[in-house]
């Protein structure tokens, strides 16, 4: 069955058009959601609409309504809706262009895929999308969805274009409140040497199939174990361990990684094992700087 688009209408630049179909990117259809259900009965819980005045009250009986005093309301139809008329309600004029990266991610919002509607609108569609992805730009336009009109921009994704609708400057938050009372003084050089360093180590290409849900697949465990009849599992949590610092949870996290499991050392293993204070150079250095000392061990353990 064929995917049912969001919006449909023209893609238009300057005096070039062609018929275009819009469909959401994601879904969430896969993911696990509950019911709220009677805990006797266990039938679903209907939620029905309630006036204070007169109780339920059928769906069918309710209308849209804008609150522009408190309490005090418009009515707004359909037909009221339908009459306002803009040009991004079945076209979407592209209005400028802009380089690749310099659309800040914090104003995008929603994804979506864009395909051509229909085989004489693929020709038009291409070179549009070629000229596009050869010139490294995204398309700005403007479109309505759900009732509101969206900024959206529009880039080349292999044989179609990629959609993503762009938040209201409204919406984003300024940072000031936020960041304001961040010091703005510079690391330690040596310090900052060595975070860079276990960035590096830690440098992959990006795949998001390495980065499951590990909760859901958890919920998804629980949820087939009762079916079974058992008893759910209850897996216990990693220990996090005395971590006082950044460096501290990278120290911990990149130990881990760099080399096998540890095997169970015994008591005679731990009295052979030289002190502490001698291995590391003194207790008094660590003290001295144990933001560095961490570091560095976390290096010297990496490279190991």
């Known amino acids: ?110 994804p979506y895929y864009l395909a051509p509607d229909g085989a004489m609108a693929e020709e038009t569609f291409a070179v549009l999308r070629e000229a596009m992805r050869k010139s490294g730009k995204l398309a700005i336009a403007r479109l309505v969805l759900s009732s509101r009109e969206r900024v959206v921009t529009i880039g080349a994704r292999e044989n179609g274009m990629f959609v ?19 010091p703005a003084g510079k690391p330690d050089p040596e310090m900052l040497q060595l975070a860079e360093a276990l960035i590096k180590q830690k440098e992959t290409t990006f795949d998001p199939k390495n980065y499951e849900d590990r909760y859901e697949i958890a919920l998804m465990v629980m949820i087939r174990e009762k079916l079974k009849g058992h008893k759910p599992i209850i897996a216990a949590a990693p220990e996090r361990g005395n971590v006082i610092n950044l460096m501290d949870a990278l120290k911990a996290s990149l130990s881990q990684s760099a080399k096998p499991p540890a095997r169970s050392k015994s008591k005679a293993d731990e009295a052979a094992k030289p002190a502490t204070k001698s291995a590391r150079g003194g207790a008094g250095a660590a003290k001295e700087n144990p933001l560095k000392a961490n570091l560095l061990k976390a290096v010297g353990k990496s490279k190991g």
């Open 1 to 110: 069955m064929a995917p049912r688009a969001s919006w449909k209408g023209y893609l238009k630049l300057s005096l070039v058009s062609c018929p275009v179909r819009l469909y959401p990117a994601t879904s969430a259809s896969e993911r696990i959601s509950f019911n709220q259900l009677h805990k006797d009965t266990h039938n679903r819980i209907n939620m029905k609409p309630v006036d204070p005045e007169l109780g339920l009250v059928e769906r069918s009986d309710l209308v849209k309504g804008y609150e522009y005093e408190d309490k005090q309301y418009i009515i707004i139809d359909d037909a009221d809706l339908e009459a306002v008329r803009i040009e991004s309600n079945h076209t979407m004029n592209i209005e400028a262009f802009v380089d690749e990266h310099s659309v800040d991610v914090i104003y995008q919002d929603a």
């Open 164 to 182: 993503c609708t762009l938040r209201n400057p409204n919406e984003v938050r300024g940072t000031a409140e936020y960041f304001g009372n961040i």
